[in-house]
């Protein structure tokens, strides 16, 4: 299908973006890479979009280290945060995290704050923040402000972000000596989206457990989480599955989806262990 | 003079090795020419509004919205194009009872499946005519879907089509010998209920055509991505009341087809019919999210089936009755009983077994229709044979391979008919199976399943034997009345400057059948691949052939090709004795050159003789035949069908808490006569297991019991991608086809017809300790753990 865009704006700087963004009355879309947004608009899914493109913007995009924390720019390639040494030495999550989304030529065009923002239920990279208890920075008209990974995602490609606001990086904390990282998940077939999928982080101040294509959005699972910490791995199954009520689809029911859930935490558990081993 | 195929050695040895495709480099550069790559002047785009609900009755269109979009010309109704284009019924009198209703190219008054267009909208650009698409208001009254294939001859299932009296369009029972008083009398019998998830092709390029009536000229034109230009050129013409001899079907570069574009679809037959009312050219070309529901769909059977079987393991009776739905029309003019009718033929096919009961029982429902697809029907016997003949060895404590050979046909034991009266020629299923225990090394992957299994691996090996039906005569479409050639020809020209271009009716989808067609003919001429053009595609230029289907480009083209190739090598030669002053019998022609036979030695290069011919045709005797172009048809006369045989086997892993199969290995020994391209065969065999792979644990479409298409877009009909396939060794039997010099007999469909059994013999060989088997294909990771018990709902 041929898509119908509104129009199209390329933005000089994050200020022009904001001011196109205003000017869009309610139509405006953000356009970074374009791997989910412009196939939803080919399948119109979305039409009338008023597209403002920020993907020329310089200083959105790299990676740098701001002491406790890793600053990635929300223009920040999939491919370039896989590739990046500083994420591989202090959020290794989400380095393991890109080999599992799509393919090469969608890493090499998705942005992780275009991922973030779109809030795919499926998507890793927002289970990955959630579970590193990372901060998303956004900016608007009326300045920017730091928003919790915990307070960001509120329902099915729906954030805390408004809808004059641009999403302009995440930090993250840099995982402590000893601090293990993983991220187990199911699908079909090699770059499909998750049929279910956790990151499990284990630090000296317990575990963080965040679930993904499970439900409307990556889900912190804190009942199973402090099972964890209580070394009750059963205790934690449960818990987790009591957590969730995964949607069913053509690709699975939601009892294969709760009960590969239980799988991939015994899973993330023993690796979590073959790490610190 | 025939070709001494055994020796290797021999001049001009093309045939038999792996000669580069001359249309490889234009492909892979992007220099092919599709369909969509063609803009004629003042040509016009067409969209379609389809169906969204399964069964309705159209109450009315509203379309002065869509007019009114900047760039639309016209917009047409069924009514309007069925002024100008007859119905057609997708029937063949050889199967007795099918019955289908007229199908019109858009629908008229009801619609029956979602996806069946009804409205064409033509504007100047593919997005005016989509925009315009979406305003198009048709009001329908929701009428009672039938979705359900066991139920749809049930009493209180609403009958789709009133005047046809039921939902039944086909049904065909075989029986051979006594089949009950095998059951009641076996040491074992075991009986499984499988099920084929309806697939559809999803060919790379979509379906496209785009149509050119030209009323000055009184002839149409339609460039079409088509596996059968002749075929087409019928249907337009009968269709659209235009002599077939003004329709011209010109079929250039095919991006895949896999059976999905030898079909009739309204769509493509509504552009036609509004070219012929605007006298403009019409493009259309599928988008992929109606490729969905507009491409057939294939395979949705349901199967119960027995085997029983003697305490040595002899097969002793194979019962089966299959059904399927087909959607609401029977396609034409193919029809859409031949899946179910295959399944009848091929059962029980490698096995030399006495009694044999086969019912299909063909019915209609409100989905997109099926029909013809890859390997066609082969799938699903390959899955009911080769899963009955596992489960009986594993009732009888039998090795599988054992059993298998107990039971096959002896090499030496043909011709044979089988018990569901199909003659083979010669087969060779017990080589095969040898050759496959060479190959997989049977015992050490046995060891290494034990040991794996000690480490709580659950590997599993799967072997499934098989027949294809290849070269088909006309007793697969002809017969029935349907204008479908199962002869083909070739014309062979020999240039000025020595080249050489073949002309055949047989087609090019990206297969390599033109690269076939050109180590045929430079090995039937004496010259170099490289000096051989081929030209495929053309109503108007080419011999008149039935195209490229049924496994048929290699054996039956590739003939007509080698015999037009030597008919030119003896026209040449006639010419080059005279010149010469020789013997022709004691010329031969190689590498280009005229040469003596017996020394080799270079008497004259063919482009003198060219020269000679064309511009000096004075100095040759008056009356010596200079006819350098020959023309050959080939048709297969002894046998309804060459039959090939095979035997595949696949070495996975079952995750059993996951439920995930991973593909450790698949092997294929295919016996497909003589083979001309080794590379081409075995890249054919890969690509027809990579397709069946898809069947076996990927392809599924999802319908709800509306009616309404669950998963019609790419990312949720999953089909098999390089990530998830394991490495795939093909080794091969020849034993050539005596109805033809080249011996060849069909590769194409080979690897699709036994890989889903291989496959799911080997799920079931890894899961068999654990007391769980799965026959429902696909195998997702899902059916798998609730095979296992392992799911609370």
Redesign the interface.
């Known amino acids: 299908?041929?898509a119908?865009a509104g129009g199209y704006a390329r933005a000089r700087d994050v200020r022009h973006a904001l001011d196109l963004l205003a000017a869009s009355d309610g139509m405006g879309r953000i356009l970074a890479g374009g791997q989910s947004l412009v196939a939803a608009m080919n399948?119109?899914l979305s039409e009338g979009d008023m597209l403002v493109d920020i993907s020329r913007i310089d200083g959105l995009a790299g990676v740098t280290d701001e002491g406790a924390v890793l600053r990635i720019g929300a223009l920040t390639r999939h491919a370039d945060v896989g590739a990046d040494p500083l994420v591989r030495a202090h959020a290794p999550l989400l380095s393991a995290a890109v080999d599992h989304i799509a393919h090469a030529a969608i890493r090499n065009r998705g942005t992780i704050g275009g991922a973030l923002a779109h809030a795919d239920p499926a998507a890793e990279f927002p289970a990955c923040i959630l579970a590193l208890g990372a901060t998303l920075h956004a900016e608007g008209p009326e300045g920017t402000r730091e928003i919790a990974a915990e307070d960001f995602f509120q329902d099915v490609f729906t954030t805390a972000l408004a809808e004059d606001e641009i999403l302009t990086a995440v930090t993250i904390p840099k995982a402590e000596t000893g601090e293990v990282q993983v991220l187990e998940e199911?699908a079909?077939?090699?770059?499909?989206?998750a049929?279910a999928g956790m990151c499990l982080v284990k630090r000296s101040a317990g575990h963080r457990l965040a679930v993904f294509s499970v439900g409307p959005t990556p889900l912190l699972a804190t009942d199973a989480m402090a099972a964890l910490d209580a070394g009750d791995m059963d205790g934690a199954v449960a818990a987790l599955k009591d957590a969730l009520d995964p949607p069913s689809?053509?690709?699975?029911?939601a009892?294969?989806r709760k009960?590969?859930a239980g799988?991939l935490l015994r899973r993330a558990v023993a690796r979590i262990g073959e790490q610190q081993a | 003079m025939s070709i001494a195929f055994g020796n290797p050695d021999r001049p001009n040895s093309y045939i038999g090795k792996t000669v580069p495709r001359p249309n490889a480099e234009k492909l892979v550069q992007g220099r092919g020419r599709y369909v969509d790559d063609i803009t004629l002047p003042r040509m016009v785009h067409v969209a379609f509004v389809r169906a969204p609900l399964a069964h309705a009755r159209i109450i009315g269109i509203d379309a002065e919205a869509a007019r009114a979009v900047k760039g639309v010309l016209r917009v047409f109704t069924g009514a309007d194009l069925a002024e100008v284009c007859t119905p057609w019924v997708g029937v063949l009198a050889h199967l007795k009872g099918l019955k289908s209703p007229p199908q019109h190219a858009l629908a008229v008054d009801r619609a029956c499946w979602v996806g069946e267009p009804v409205v064409a909208v033509v504007a100047t650009t593919?997005?005016a005519a989509?925009?315009a698409a979406?305003l198009v208001e048709v009001d329908y009254d929701p009428l009672p879907a039938v979705t359900d294939t066991m139920t749809a001859l049930d009493a209180d299932t609403p009958v789709i089509h009133p005047d046809l009296g039921d939902n039944l369009a086909f049904r065909r029972l075989h029986e051979e010998g006594d089949v009950d008083a095998a059951l009641a009398n076996a040491h074992k019998v075991v009986s499984a209920r499988f099920r084929t998830a309806r697939h559809t092709g999803v060919t790379l390029e979509p379906r496209s055509i785009l149509v050119d009536w030209n009323p000055a000229e009184g002839q149409m034109t339609a460039y079409h991505a088509t596996q059968a230009p002749h075929m087409m050129q019928t249907v337009l013409a009968t269709h659209l009341g235009i002599p077939e001899s003004r329709v011209r079907v010109i079929c250039g570069d095919v991006g895949g087809s896999y059976g999905i574009k030898v079909h009739v679809y309204p769509d493509e037959v509504a552009t036609a019919a509004i070219s012929r009312v605007m006298a403009r050219p019409v493009k259309f070309v599928a988008?992929r999210?109606e490729s969905f529901t507009s491409d057939i769909h294939a395979r949705d059977h349901e199967i119960e089936a027995r085997i029983a079987v003697a305490e040595d393991g002899k097969i002793l009776a194979i019962d089966v009755d299959d059904w399927t739905g087909i959607g609401p029309y029977s396609v034409y003019p193919r029809t859409s009983a031949i899946e179910g009718n295959q399944v009848v033929n091929l059962c029980g096919g490698p096995y030399d077994f006495a009694n044999y009961r086969a019912q299909t029982t063909v019915v209609f429902q409100n989905k997109a229709p099926t029909c013809q697809y890859r390997a066609v029907g082969h799938p699903i016997a390959v899955a009911i044979t080769e899963g009955l003949v596992d489960m009986a060895a594993a009732a009888i404590g039998m090795d599988p391979v054992e059993i298998r050979r107990r039971n096959m046909y002896a090499d030496d034991a043909y011709p044979v008919t089988s018990p569901a009266k199909m003659r083979f020629e010669g087969l060779s299923h017990h080589a095969s199976m040898n050759k496959l225990m060479e190959m997989i090394d049977y015992d050490a992957l046995r060891a290494d399943q034990e040991e794996a299994r000690k480490q709580g691996k659950h590997r599993g090996i799967g072997i499934a034997s098989f027949i294809e039906l290849t070269n088909p005569s006309p007793f697969m479409y002809g017969i029935g009345g349907a204008r479908i050639s199962a002869q083909d020809g070739c014309t062979v020209r020999m240039d000025p400057d020595g080249s050489v271009v073949a002309l055949s009716g047989v087609t090019e989808q990206g297969q390599g059948t033109e690269a076939m067609l050109s180590q045929v003919v430079a090995e039937g001429v004496g010259v170099t691949p490289d000096k051989v053009r081929i030209i495929t595609g053309d109503t108007q230029v080419t011999p008149y052939g039935g195209g490229t289907w049924a496994s048929r480009g290699a054996g039956i083209g590739g003939e007509a090709a080698l015999q037009a190739a030597r008919a030119l090598r003896g026209s040449i030669l006639e010419v080059a004795a005279s010149m010469l002053q020789a013997d022709a019998a004691k010329l031969d022609i190689r590498a280009g050159q005229v040469v003596d036979a017996d020394s080799g030695e270079e008497r004259m290069p063919l482009e003198e003789l060219g020269r000679i011919v064309y511009f000096r045709g004075d100095t040759l005797p008056k009356d010596l035949p200079r006819e350098l172009v020959q023309t050959r048809h080939f048709i297969t006369m002894d046998y309804p069908f060459a039959f090939t045989n095979g035997v595949q086997a696949s070495y996975l892993e079952v995750d059993t808490?996951?439920?995930?199969v991973t593909l450790l290995k698949h092997w294929c020994v295919e016996d497909c006569g003589r083979v001309i391209n080794p590379q081409l065969v075995d890249e054919q065999i890969r690509g027809g297991i990579v397709q069946g792979l898809g069947g076996a644990l990927?392809e599924?479409i999802?319908y709800d019991e509306d009616g309404q298409l669950?998963?019609g877009?790419m990312?949720?009909y999953?089909v098999?991608?390089a990530?998830?396939m394991p490495d795939m060794q093909i080794g091969h039997v020849e034993t050539p086809t005596g109805e033809s010099e080249l011996g060849a007999k069909g590769a194409g469909e080979a690897g699709t017809a036994g890989a889903p059994a291989a496959v799911m013999n080997a799920i079931n060989d890894a899961l068999r300790p654990l007391g769980a088997q799965v026959t429902e294909m696909p195998f997702?990771?899902?059916r798998i753990?609730r095979a296992l018990g392992?799911?609370?709902?």
Request: without cysteine; glycine residues 6%; proline residues 4%.
């Open positions: 299908m041929k119908s399948m119109r199911v079909r077939r090699s770059g499909d989206y049929l689809d053509t690709q699975a029911s009892a294969y009960h590969l799988v | 593919r997005a989509e925009e979406t988008d999210l808490d996951t439920g995930v990927y599924e999802h669950l998963n877009s990312a949720d999953l098999p991608m990530g998830e997702t990771p899902e753990l392992k799911i609370d709902d």
